[in-house]
């Protein structure tokens, strides 16, 4: 068969570096073919690239890729396919499948097919009914040899995976999960006596990672510890690049249990990695600068309020001293140095969180962006500038989110997004858009079930709009289907409320925090982009590129 055109492997972007030992690399097709057999078998993220230079030289001095290299080069392309190039990776998975068919690999066939099932927009049932087939034939052809230990494991896991992010649709999510718990327990069992093999304790650190997930809600100790023993596999496999989803999961499990300074070394270990040739993707980066982010949020929160207890006993031990010895007035006056210490430390927190929100925000940008995370990002860092009264730089910055809201189709994220651009608006000297912004915020909010937030919307873009010289309700709005000024008891708050009144520099209006978060309520076992199982962040783990990669 004849070398397929090297277009087929740029389906991808390429998210990684040109791949180990670039500098060096060899220009005889047949050493980069065997670069590119060695990168597949080891499972590199760098495999994908290594193909496509093999595929080139081979094409350029007149030679084929075999049906077997051909597959593994396909499978490695679709692995690679991320951003406006995902949906092309499950037709590269069932070509591959098809390939390795006609080089009799029977149990790598079975993988792709398994891949390309899970690469799908979001597999339902019927996709799961079609996985247990699959790894029931995998069973039976590793009982007779025509199926290796990874390639069953790997059918098995993808299986788990679909499992996993199905548990919310189960009648009981509870129940199913603990029978997903037992079988990932099996599959580990079944894999264990094989882990001398590289490729199985790949496998074995991806399905410690998953029962770790879906033992995190339940049983944070248990969950921790399989996600250490996963980093261990990890490691065991012989991957020398970083295991990001692992990362992030036990970092959510310490800061859920309080650890957040280890949380926090973790995560900035992770995105130092101490092998250079394999960095970071630019989302896996995003994604844990954002878990940084929140973990330092999160520790500096628990720091002061310890140091609010501290003081609130260091205070009452002091005033039974002093009513006995009469130095009250003296104590009083001391007071106020004690909390001069406090503001420093806030300052630094806030400003290590402002950087890491900021470098988020880069390495969202490009062709493979995560859009979701990218929206994520950018209006965190907006409302981070806004908090500090730098409403220019978060007014742009919330200009960009919304778009991204708006394709996901998430409604919370739209109204937050649009209410703080409306602040940001009317703190710039701007009421008249500042209205408009939180009656299009109110639009939104009304349909949910409960009515307070699009209430309180309403009220304050009322409120706005009076500061505009306008007064009376908020006129109405083309695509809301009529006025937003829904709430019969609206007039009598509107000048109760907080922000801004005339723009000045006073801070935001409280009723923003109250908004929901984005991309909530979250399902129990699914888990965010913080790594959180059950978190309020935007399912990363339900993503169609997350339930594959990682199965090398």
Same mark, same amino acid.
């Given at each position: 068969m004849s070398s397929r055109s090297p277009d087929e492997?740029?389906?991808?972007?390429r998210p990684y570096d040109r791949g180990a030992g670039t500098g060096d %690399?060899?220009?005889? /097709?047949?050493?980069?073919?065997?670069?590119?057999?060695?990168?597949?078998?080891?499972?590199?993220?760098?495999?994908?690239?290594?193909?496509?230079?093999?595929?080139?030289a081979l094409r350029r001095a007149g030679g084929v890729l075999t049906p077997g290299d051909h597959a593994d080069a396909l499978d490695a392309t679709a692995l690679d396919c991320r951003g406006?190039?995902?949906?092309?990776?499950?037709?590269?998975?069932?070509?591959?499948?098809?390939?390795?068919?006609?080089?009799?690999?029977?149990?790598?066939?079975?993988?792709?097919?398994?891949? #390309?099932?899970?690469?799908?927009?979001? /597999?339902?049932?019927?996709?799961?009914?079609?996985?247990?087939?699959l790894c029931e034939r995998a069973s039976a052809l590793h009982r007779v040899g025509q199926a290796g230990a990874a390639e069953t494991a790997t059918v098995r896991l993808l299986h788990g995976r679909v499992r996993a992010d199905l548990l919310g649709t189960?009648?009981?999510?509870?129940?199913?999960?603990?029978a997903l718990r037992e079988d990932? @327990?099996?599959?580990?069992?079944? @894999?264990?006596?094989?882990?001398?093999?590289?490729?199985?304790?790949?496998?074995? @650190?991806?399905?410690?990672?998953?029962?770790?997930?879906?033992?995190?809600?339940?049983?944070?100790?248990?969950?921790?510890a399989q996600l250490r023993a996963a980093l261990d596999d990890h490691r065991a496999g012989g991957r020398t690049w970083p295991a990001t989803e692992h990362h992030l999961l036990l970092s959510a499990v310490l800061r859920a249990t309080g650890a957040h300074e280890e949380a926090a070394a973790l995560l900035r270990a992770a995105l130092v990695p101490q092998v250079t040739d394999t960095p970071l993707r630019a989302a896996d980066r995003a994604r844990l600068c954002l878990a940084l982010a929140r973990t330092v949020a999160g520790s500096g929160e628990q720091g002061r309020t310890a140091r609010s207890a501290e003081k609130a006993a260091g205070a009452a031990e002091a005033e039974g001293a002093l009513e006995a010895a009469a130095e009250t007035a003296e104590a009083l006056e001391e007071e106020p140095a004690e909390e001069l210490e406090e503001p420093e430390e806030?300052?630094?927190?806030?400003?290590?969180?402002?950087?890491?929100? #900021?470098? #988020?925000?880069?390495?969202? %940008?490009?062709?493979?962006?995560?859009?979701?995370?990218?929206?994520? &990002?950018?209006?965190?860092?907006?409302? #981070?500038h806004a908090e500090r009264g730098g409403w220019g730089r978060a007014l742009a910055l919330l200009e960009q989110a919304? /778009?991204?809201?708006?394709?996901?189709?998430?409604?919370?994220?739209?109204?937050?997004?649009? &209410?703080?651009? @409306?602040?940001?608006?009317?703190?710039l000297g701007e009421p008249g858009r500042a209205a408009r912004e939180y009656a299009l915020a109110a639009a939104a909010a009304r349909p949910w079930g409960d009515p307070r937030p699009g209430a309180a919307l309403s009220r304050r873009a009322e409120h706005v709009l009076?500061?505009?010289?306008?007064?009376?309700?908020?006129?109405?709005?083309?695509?809301?289907?009529?006025?937003?000024?829904?709430? &019969?008891?609206?007039?009598?708050?509107?000048?109760?409320?907080?922000? &801004?009144?005339?723009?000045?520099?006073?801070?935001?209006?409280?009723?923003?925090?109250?908004?929901?978060?984005?991309?909530? /309520?979250?399902?129990?076992?699914?888990?965010?982009?913080?790594?959180?199982?059950?978190?309020?962040?935007?399912?990363?783990?339900?993503?169609?590129?997350?339930?594959?990669?990682?199965?090398?």
């Open positions: 492997f740029r389906l991808g972007v %690399e060899p220009e005889d /097709p047949h050493e980069l073919l065997h670069r590119a057999r060695r990168l597949t078998v080891h499972g590199h993220p760098g495999a994908g690239s290594a193909w496509e230079r093999a595929a080139t406006a190039a995902r949906p092309a990776a499950g037709p590269l998975f069932f070509r591959a499948a098809d390939l390795h068919e006609r080089a009799g690999q029977r149990g790598k066939a079975l993988v792709s097919r398994a891949r #390309a099932l899970v690469a799908g927009p979001g /597999p339902g049932a019927t996709a799961c009914a079609r996985l247990a087939e189960a009648p009981d999510p509870a129940a199913e999960a603990a990932l @327990a099996r599959l580990i069992a079944f @894999a264990a006596p094989h882990r001398a093999d590289p490729a199985v304790a790949r496998v074995l @650190a991806d399905t410690r990672a998953l029962l770790g997930r879906i033992t995190a809600p339940d049983d944070p100790a248990a969950a921790e806030t300052a630094q927190e806030d400003g290590e969180r402002l950087a890491l929100l #900021a470098e #988020a925000v880069r390495h969202t %940008e490009g062709p493979a962006r995560d859009v979701r995370v990218g929206a994520l &990002a950018r209006l965190l860092l907006g409302v #981070a919304l /778009p991204g809201f708006q394709d996901d189709g998430d409604a919370a994220g739209r109204v937050r997004t649009r &209410a703080w651009l @409306a602040e940001c608006l009317l703190h009076g500061l505009a010289g306008t007064r009376g309700p908020v006129p109405e709005i083309c695509g809301t289907g009529g006025t937003v000024y829904a709430d &019969a008891k609206a007039g009598t708050g509107a000048s109760a409320e907080g922000g &801004a009144p005339d723009g000045g520099a006073r801070g935001a209006w409280p009723g923003l925090r109250a908004l929901p978060e984005p991309f909530g /309520p979250p399902e129990r076992y699914q888990v965010d982009v913080y790594g959180e199982v059950g978190g309020a962040g935007p399912q990363a783990a339900t993503a169609p590129g997350t339930r594959v990669q990682g199965c090398e």
